[in-house]
């Protein structure tokens, strides 16, 4: 089993920054590729950035790029997203996710933090 706890969400203004955390316990963190994903109210979950094991390779979705940066930190167990030029469409729970296989499906999740960006 592999825990994992968000933090860093609040409600910032258009424009602005936010930082967030996932820290991992239990298994062995850099065994997993980790994954930040977001759910919107009345929508469905959806992928936002993906690091694997060793950090060297990043996926984003397409609208984030160039202003989200996924990061980890073995030696800590934790797993960053810093999100500048925030805007409005942005606003959503974000989760973290480990990935242990090379598929699709991540095996864990945290309990979500929410990010609320105003106009």
């Known amino acids: 089993q592999v825990q994992l706890v968000e933090s860093g969400g609040g409600l910032v203004q258009a424009g602005g920054s936010l930082r967030l955390s996932c820290a991992a316990s239990g298994r062995t963190f850099s065994n997993y590729a980790m994954g930040w994903f977001r759910q919107a109210p009345g929508k469905e979950r959806e992928f936002v950035a993906r690091i694997n094991r060793s950090g060297g390779s990043i996926t984003y979705k397409g609208s984030v790029k160039g202003r989200f940066a996924i990061s980890r930190d073995n030696a800590k167990n934790t797993v960053y997203l810093q999100m500048n030029s925030l805007k409005p469409e942005d606003t959503a729970v974000y989760y973290c996710?480990?990935?242990?296989?090379?598929?699709?499906?991540?095996?864990?999740w945290g309990q979500g933090t929410q990010v609320t960006v105003s106009s």
């Open positions: 996710a480990a990935q242990l296989g090379v598929g699709p499906t991540y095996d864990y």
